[in-house]
């Protein structure tokens, strides 16, 4: 079955960089707490991008009412670069989890880790700011059938691979919020509410890049 349109465009949120220029459409669920995690993780050298990460997950969680958790407060505590790493030790900071905590961990460390497969897979495109991996091949034939595997097969492919996040995260909030209602905010509230960035402001927007000039 193929994926609907709304799950189409739930998987490319799920899969963005949450910037000023790629901001949130869809209302926000646990899900993109846990895709701004994996964001920050990847800026951790980025000291910018780290306060503005830092600032998207503490309204989303403020939105989602899940400020209290034992999740968020982990990750409050956790530096940027580990964040997926600490998300297995959250079984252990609750005292009426601990019989089957071990169990709880290995789960969640299996679909955290699924998880970041998965948005691996598919931003690998962001790594090519101005070509793609082998456009440069003199012969033609074998230019195209590597253009054909990167852009035609693989994110062909990708929409039905893709739909594994959206189970995943349900899944992954039962084992770390403890429900599997999936609680979701919209974005004008998260901006004018819970204090998530304007990114249609140009002082944030200018912020957020500034980290990568030279």
Known sequence: ????????????????????????????????YLSLLWRLDQVAAEPIKVKYYRRCLQAV?????????????????SAPGQLYEQLANVPYRSANRLLDAQDRKAAI??????????????TYHDKWPVSWP???????????????VLFTALQGQYENFGRLLLVIDIVLSELLLG??????????DLVEVHGYPNFNDTKVRALYYSDSKP
């Open 61 to 77: 969680a403020a939105g989602l009412g899940i400020q209290g958790s034992q999740v968020v407060k982990l990750m409050e505590l």
């Open 109 to 122: 460390a299996q679909m955290a880790q699924l998880r970041l497969d998965i948005l691996r897979v598919g």
């Open 179 to 188: 429900t599997r209602e999936m609680a979701e905010v919209n974005v004008a």
């Open 134 to 148: 082998g456009s440069g091949i003199m012969d033609t034939d074998l230019r195209e059938r590597v253009f054909a």
């Open 1 to 32: 079955m193929m994926p609907t349109r709304i799950e189409r465009t739930r998987i490319s949120q799920l899969t963005s960089t949450y910037s000023p220029d790629e901001p949130p459409r869809l209302a926000l669920d646990f899900g993109d």
